[in-house]
């Protein structure tokens, strides 16, 4: 009996814990339930009976609109030059600063040119004589062919004097070339800039030694123009190509934190899809005459691929979702809403294209919806001051659908799709 009690003890114990810590996990989803409900009434009072919900609207309206692709781009040097040595000798002088602009032609360095001279000159004077040896050469040959022809001389002496006339001929044609060598050399001492582009770093000091096809001594960037480029789904690229057989596709760059956007052509579309992201890369051409965009810059790229004429667009805070899909509440001309569903294009900033389910002049809600619905009286309030801005791009955001099709900003966007 002392053994069963001893079995039974704890156990009574544990069920004593058990049940008051269900108590106590009950007493506190109350209070935070209450706490909830409390929250909830303080930020949206129940409307009594015959009471307006205040709100603020926006009438549909319509207008063209652009069908666009959007995505994060990187800016990239229209060409990119290592400047390097082809001949080796001590870095004389550096006729630039780090990071300055360069025009094709501009002198960049100066290697030790003397060696060079020295070798030019001796390879004249090489040709020099070898050219008088020729000609003299020459008129002995001239003049064996002649006592040949008298007969005082034999056809062996004449043969003789022919080839090493030839052979005086040879040299001095290869003097020319070593010497043409030479003076090749000697211009590689005097570095010029082969683009119009901006000096990076300096890479090798003044004073330095440097060799023949070594490391380079500055890397040229040019700007003017230049790329950016970009990724989209491999879906848009049958479209991307009609188009762009069709006329040159415009693309639009902006630097983000900036209101400035500049205009450009899509230029390139690469030959292979990544089979990693299924996605494919896209270059656009900049003039950026005034060099706002800089190598390595992450940008807001926009492919504007047509523009859809006379669209229905309303404020995107004035669309809902809910168990039925996208809706919107229009005001009814006695101050009563109704809940209408809509079929959504494309987001264009804080604007949504509808495709169906509104009509132009009518009025939705675009704030107050939570206590809404069907029937319900409302208040119009005035839009509140500091609110979003229409009609500039959203980074990030945006299709390159055609009107019948809805679609979504890429993974890599920076506004996040609306369910």
Not at 235 to 261: C, F, K, V, W, Y
Not at 365 to 389: F, K, W
């Amino acid at each position: 009996m002392n053994c069963s009690n001893a079995r039974n003890g704890p156990s009574s114990r544990q069920a004593g814990w058990v049940r008051a810590a269900l108590i106590a996990s009950t007493a506190c989803t109350v209070l935070l339930s209450a706490c909830s409900r409390e929250s909830d009434d303080r930020s949206a009072p129940p409307l009594t009976k015959g009471q307006a919900a205040p709100v603020t609207i926006a009438t549909v309206t319509r207008r063209d609109v652009p069908i666009e692709i959007r995505n994060f781009g990187t800016v990239e040097a229209y060409s990119t030059v290592a400047v390097k040595t082809q001949v080796s000798g001590g870095l004389m002088q550096v006729h630039f600063k780090e990071g300055q602009r360069v025009k094709s032609g501009d002198m960049l360095f100066t290697i030790d040119p003397r060696p060079f001279e020295a070798s030019v000159k001796q390879l004249q004077a090489n040709l020099a004589k070898d050219t008088f040896q020729a000609k003299n050469a020459k008129r002995q040959a001239d003049h064996s062919a002649d006592l040949l022809k008298k007969g005082a001389a034999t056809q062996d002496e004449y043969e003789n004097t022919k080839t090493i006339a030839d052979a005086m001929e040879a040299t001095v044609a290869a003097d020319n070339a070593a010497l043409e060598n030479a003076r090749i050399q000697l211009s590689y001492c005097f570095i010029r800039s082969p683009v119009d582009g901006a000096a990076g770093r300096l890479l090798i000091n003044q004073g330095s030694i440097v060799k023949e096809n070594d490391l380079p001594l500055v890397v040229l960037n040019q700007v003017k123009p230049i790329y950016a480029a970009f990724t989209v789904p491999q879906q848009h690229l049958p479209d991307i190509r009609r188009r762009m057989a069709q006329s040159p596709l415009e693309a639009t760059a902006s630097i983000p934190g900036e209101n400035e956007t500049y205009r450009g052509t899509l230029t390139f579309i690469d030959n292979t899809v990544d089979a990693t992201t299924g996605t494919i890369r896209l270059k656009a051409t900049f003039g950026n005459e005034q060099v706002q965009l800089w190598p390595g810059q992450f940008v807001n790229v926009v492919l504007i691929l047509s523009t859809q004429k006379d669209a229905v667009v309303v404020p995107s805070r004035a669309i809902q979702t809910g168990q039925q899909g996208p809706h919107v509440f229009v005001v009814r001309p006695d101050k009563t809403v109704e809940v209408r569903p809509v079929a959504v294009g494309w987001d264009l900033d804080s604007d949504s294209v509808i495709k169906e389910g509104l009509e132009k002049g009518e009025i939705v809600v675009t704030d107050g919806q939570l206590r809404l619905g069907p029937g319900t009286s409302v208040e119009i309030r005035p839009e509140p001051s500091g609110g979003a801005a229409r009609g500039a791009p959203k980074a990030g955001a945006g299709t390159a659908a055609e009107a019948g099709a809805t679609t979504r900003p890429p993974a890599s966007s920076t506004a996040p799709a609306r369910r």
